[in-house]
């Protein structure tokens, strides 16, 4: 089989790491990629954001699957286009992933299928926003409706702070319209399901740590560490989100005509009255990919194929027993400013264990070494036979990684100990 990944981070490292290992792969590439996914996979120069280059590659090199990892090619429109052009597609149409695209949207998927979340009204101007947060109070959480880049949510513990966060949105690049929610407390989940449109295949549970600094302090980033199993995310929890969340989302989408297929990311609050939705996306998580597919025993290629061929009634999974954790190694200031092209060292001796895996996010190959390239830059992966065995191995690596200006968080998996 002949496979094209889309996206260049640590998820997409781990998504080709996974298909790599598939006795049914006879080529895969990978656009853009980076310096570790080129290991495993061909990187190409191709815009993974552009439908017709994307198209006329898979043409001409005769791709069976195109597996999109981010969801900027989908927002783009590039699984439509490849549908369109009769390519099988692992990812979701632009109309199924306005569930990531439009908060606004998830929340009235969500109240039209009964799915549990925070109350929530919807504004499309600035003063309707004000009057009813002034009305409501703190604390409360204001949502830019469009993709925002990670900044489209403030939880305002004050009224003034989300008056300003109204300001804000208005005037950024998400800023058609506000969500304003009520704020849920308890522990965040997110799990992770296989669809086709029909048959849903659960995948498994992960806690990521979304704030840059130990003690959770700092800013929000795209996740600085992430370990599945995730105890607080019980087999109970799991049943009561595929019945009351997944399942009736999905058949709502289903009955607008707009079918979701491929992963749905659910990001939960673990309430005292039991899971609520925050938010959904049409793609993995990352880091929470890099601790998952390697916890996976069955070969990951035919079920992505599945799903995009709307035969995954016939799949199942298998997963081995260990717990698995991810440290994600950023570049100093992330997610703020940071400098890109400091060389990092010692990678082999670090993943000498065979245990780790050492996922790339932003790195690149230059000189015969590999430089930082981006804001996350490494996924130090371990597998370990319960929780604390993959952490002590997963920070034992991560501390061999020899990268001056690298930080990671000494404290991933604090909840779980
Ligand atoms: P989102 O982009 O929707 O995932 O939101 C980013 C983060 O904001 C989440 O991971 C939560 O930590 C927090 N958040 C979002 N919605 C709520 C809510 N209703 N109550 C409390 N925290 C929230
Ligand atoms: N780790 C959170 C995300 O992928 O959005």
């Not at 925070?118 to 309707?128: K, L, R, S, V």
């Not at 990521?208 to 130990?214: G, Q, S």
């Not at 100093?332 to 670090?350: H, V």
Request: charge should be negative; proline fraction near 6%.
């Amino acid at each position: 089989m002949r496979v094209l990944v889309l996206g260049g981070g640590g998820r997409e490292h781990a998504l080709c790491w996974s298909i790599a290992r598939s006795p049914l792969l006879t080529k895969l590439w990978c656009a853009p990629g980076n310096a570790g996914i080129a290991g495993v996979a061909e990187c190409l120069g191709l815009n993974p954001d552009a439908p017709d280059d994307v198209v006329a590659f898979c043409e001409r090199e005769s791709v069976d699957l195109l597996v999109i990892g981010p969801e900027a090619p989908l927002a783009a429109g590039v699984s439509d286009a490849a549908r369109a052009a009769g390519i099988a597609v692992f990812g979701p149409s632009r109309a199924a992933a306005q569930l990531e695209i439009s908060k606004a949207f998830t929340k009235e998927i969500c109240r039209a299928s009964g799915a549990p979340t925070a109350d929530y009204a919807t504004f499309e101007t600035p003063g309707d926003a004000k009057a009813y947060v002034t009305e409501k109070g703190a604390p409360i959480v204001i949502k830019a409706d469009g993709l925002a880049a990670g900044k489209g949510v403030v939880v305002a513990e004050t009224e003034s702070e989300a008056l300003d966060a109204i300001d804000l949105i208005f005037g950024g690049p998400g800023g058609g319209a506000v969500v304003v929610e009520e704020m849920l407390t308890g522990e965040e989940a997110s799990f992770f399901v296989l669809t086709d449109g029909d048959t849903i295949l659960p995948l498994a549970g992960a806690q990521d740590h979304k704030r840059a600094h130990d003690g959770d302090t700092g800013p929000n980033t795209g996740g600085m560490g992430a370990y599945s199993p995730a105890p607080a995310f019980t087999p109970v929890i799991e049943r009561a989100v595929m019945e009351k969340i997944v399942a009736p989302m999905l058949t709502e989408m289903k009955a607008r005509g707009t079918p979701y297929s491929g992963v749905l990311y659910v990001g939960l609050m673990l309430t005292a009255e039991g899971p609520k939705l925050i938010e959904i996306n049409a793609r993995f998580g990352d880091p929470e990919c890099q601790c998952i597919l390697p916890r996976l025993e069955t070969d990951l290629l035919p079920v992505l194929y599945a799903c995009a061929k709307g035969t995954l009634k016939d799949q199942s999974l298998d997963w081995k027993t260990d717990s698995c954790l991810t440290i994600v190694m950023a570049a100093n200031g992330y997610p703020g400013p940071y400098e890109r092209g400091d060389p990092i060292t010692g990678l082999d001796e670090a993943a000498s264990d065979p245990n780790v895996t050492i996922f790339h996010a932003g790195t690149k190959s230059q000189d015969g070494g590999i430089v930082a390239n981006g804001g996350r830059v490494l996924g130090i992966t371990a597998m370990g036979r319960n929780f604390s065995d993959a952490r002590a191995r997963a920070y034992e690596a991560a501390n061999g990684v020899r990268w001056e200006t690298g930080f990671f968080r000494s404290d991933i998996g604090w909840r779980a100990l």
